[in-house]
């Protein structure tokens, strides 16, 4: 077995079954990116930056995804759907498969930890087929140094085999040639037939949303986060396309990180990662200037068509929407170096509502923060997906339901009681329409959704008068610095109350669907946080 790059004892890869293989050990990014454009894997772009295509898969496969069912996860998971169980035999014999794939190529090693709280931190090492893949690795990982890596052990190991595609899918247990994988007893993360570099971080980040909540106490996040310059934390959930990467970019404020935290017992906000990965499409510098002054050499660009002249061409979605670039966290300006930070003040659930019937801005009671939180709205608007040609409610449990191991009201209680200890405010944030659906009224402006968080964290809404929202329960502060009053309750926005009332039912009825599969193990405090109206009864006096 020949190894090059940085070699540490301990090294022999043939205990996880691979042989003959010759290993690049935690090679540098340069290094990654000069043996992935000369074996053709990849281009630089004008500036420098490695632009590479993921290939068949250009997003996750959730239904490939599958959790090992044995003694240590059949009581604990949320099966179903999203957890989807394979047997430990077959687990085995997709590992030995992978390992048999891998034995004799060369093929690549990297020494990296997550969870930047040292009192959480958890070694992986991960094998990769592809230069790039390990690259990716390398940016989204926290990187341990030289002195670290000397007798480094890892936690968990990742094997990545993109170029394996399982022959019989069924004689394994799982639906197609490709899959991922978590084995909790083994500690083991397999990826196979996919070469989306989202599978191993997803992968990573679901292993730690079944084992930091159960084991220690910690509750996991899908959320941006950043600290102020007083050292008050404020933390941002939100589905793709809601404004968390955006919104959680503020010159004033230092930046912890950008989609995946933990939450401690002690108050302790924390960054699983160290780095980000962005979507880039329409990225301008003007609309996101951190992101697209980022992408430089050391970055990752996923699935962009690069123009004539080698720029990235960020308006082309001819290979995929979801164009992705990945760099390490230090490629951003203002952040907060440790990458963890205390005392939690404020949590925005960000929402896009395409129904344009949410108010701007509105203040949750605990249960109504629960029951936001194991919602986890947003709608698609027409031209996110084939087929959608008007607003469709989109509800992704806890803002990342499909990386939740646990049953979503086990994070909901988390999230409840951590925000009463600890004096969290929580505020409901609409980054979507006013006036009307999409196609009639017209998206709430960046600026006033950045004034009401402004407002927010330097505590001018605490002490003005709120209304309350009569379908939602929601409270909606009567005025806000730097925002035109009249926006701040969506029914005076309408030309037609009546026609706000219709479609506000209409929302208020789908939340009410969607809870029923959780309300069975949901206290009565978080049933009660939901829109108060569910038929059209007591509506006359509000005309």
């Avoid at 290993?23 to 772009?45: A, H, R, Y």
């Avoid at 940016?139 to 002195?147: A, H, I, Q, T």
Wanted: proline letters at 6%.
């Amino acid at each position: 077995m020949k190894t090059t790059g940085t070699v540490q004892n301990d090294k022999n890869l043939e205990r996880y079954g691979l042989k003959d293989v010759t290993v690049n050990w935690n090679l540098s990014p340069e290094e990654l990116q000069k043996i992935t454009v000369e074996k053709g894997m990849g281009k630089e772009t004008a500036n420098g930056t490695l632009a590479i295509n993921t290939g068949k898969f250009t997003g996750r496969s959730p239904q490939d995804r599958f959790l090992v069912k044995d003694d240590y996860t059949a009581d604990k998971v949320w099966w179903g759907k999203t957890n989807k169980a394979v047997s430990p035999e077959n687990f085995d014999k997709l590992k030995n498969e992978i390992t048999k794939y891998l034995s004799g190529k060369e093929i690549y090693a990297r020494d990296g930890y997550v969870c930047a709280d040292p009192e959480f931190r958890t070694n992986i090492r991960t094998v990769t087929e592809l230069p790039w893949s390990n690259l990716f690795v390398y940016n989204m990982f926290l990187r341990p140094s030289e002195k670290e890596l000397e007798n480094f052990k890892e936690d968990w190991l990742i094997l990545c085999a993109p170029g394996y595609e399982c022959p019989d899918p069924k004689a394994f247990g799982i639906r197609q040639g490709n899959f991922s994988i978590l084995n909790f007893t083994q500690k083991i993360a397999l990826v196979g037939g996919s070469a989306y570099t989202g599978e191993m971080k997803k992968g990573i980040f679901s292993a730690l949303n079944l084992i930091l909540p159960t084991e220690h106490n910690v509750l996991p996040m899908h959320c941006s986060a950043n600290v102020g310059k007083k050292g008050d934390t404020a933390i941002f959930f939100g589905l793709s396309g809601t404004g968390k990467t955006t919104l959680s970019a503020d010159p004033d404020r230092k930046l912890i990180g950008d989609d995946e935290h933990g939450w401690t017992k002690d108050n302790t906000i924390f960054n699983f990662e160290g780095g980000c990965y962005a979507k880039v499409i329409d990225l301008t510098e003007e609309k996101e200037p951190d992101i697209f002054r980022a992408v430089k050499p050391g970055a990752l660009l996923e699935n962009i068509v690069l123009k004539d002249n080698g720029e990235p061409d960020y308006k082309d979605s001819s290979i995929t929407q979801n164009t992705r670039v990945s760099y390490p966290i230090y490629h951003i300006d203002n952040i907060q170096e440790t990458l963890y930070a205390d005392n939690p003040k404020n949590i925005f659930f960000l929402t896009c509502d395409a129904f344009g019937v949410l108010p701007p801005v509105s203040k949750l009671t605990p249960g109504q923060a629960a029951y936001h939180f194991i919602s986890g709205y947003t709608a698609k608007v027409a031209g996110t997906e084939a087929g959608i040609t008007e607003p469709v409610p989109s509800f992704s449990a806890c803002f990342g339901e499909p990386f939740m191991p646990l049953h979503p009201t086990v994070y909901g209680e988390m999230l409840s009681k951590k925000m009463t200890e600890a004096g969290v405010k929580v505020w409901l944030i609409n980054t979507g329409w006013s006036a009307g659906p999409y196609g009639v009224g017209s998206r709430i402006k960046l600026k006033y959704t950045r004034a009401m968080i402004t407002a927010i964290l330097n505590g001018e809404l605490d002490n003005v008068d709120y209304d309350q929202n009569f379908i939602f329960g929601l409270h909606m502060p009567k005025y806000c610095p730097g925002v035109p009053s009249e926006i701040l309750d969506p029914m005076n926005t309408w030309l037609q109350k009546g026609a706000y009332v219709g479609k506000a039912i209409q929302l208020a009825h789908s939340f009410h669907l969607n809870f029923e599969k959780f309300a069975s193990q949901a206290s009565e405090q978080i049933i009660e946080g939901g829109p108060l109206i569910d038929q059209h009864h007591h509506l006359n006096e509000h005309f």
